[in-house]
Nanobody
């Protein structure tokens, strides 16, 4: 089992910044991907940013490109999401995600952290 714990959400004014963190623990191996998703009220959960191990690249949703940046510390099994120039439409619950496994992949989710962008 893998446990993911997010932190760093909160209330911020439009144009402001927040930094989310995710700490992973447990039986971590053969990571396929790790990243961030978000879900706003009444909407489906959507990808924000994800790092795919196979291509060693980070992929961002078009809506956050140039504003959000994802980083990882493999030695500590942590990852961060730096969010700049925040907009009201970025308001959502943000979830940390990790997918691992070879032939059979398993996805793990954190409990989520609320980000509210409002004046």
């Amino acid at each position: 089992q893998v446990q993911l714990v997010e932190s760093g959400g909160g209330l911020v004014q439009p144009g402001g910044s927040l930094r989310l963190s995710c700490a992973a623990s447990g039986s971590i191996s053969d990571i396929y991907a790790m990243g961030w998703y978000r879900q706003a009220p009444g909407k489906q959960r959507e990808l924000v940013a994800t790092f795919i191990t196979a291509d060693e690249g980070t992929h961002y949703a078009d809506s956050v490109k140039g504003r959000f940046s994802m980083s990882r510390d493999n030695t500590k099994n942590t990852m961060q999401l730096q969010m700049n120039s925040l907009k009201p439409e970025d308001s959502a619950v943000y979830y940390c995600n990790l997918v691992q496994g070879l032939a059979i992949k398993t996805a793990y989710w954190g409990q989520g952290t609320q980000v509210t962008v409002s004046s």
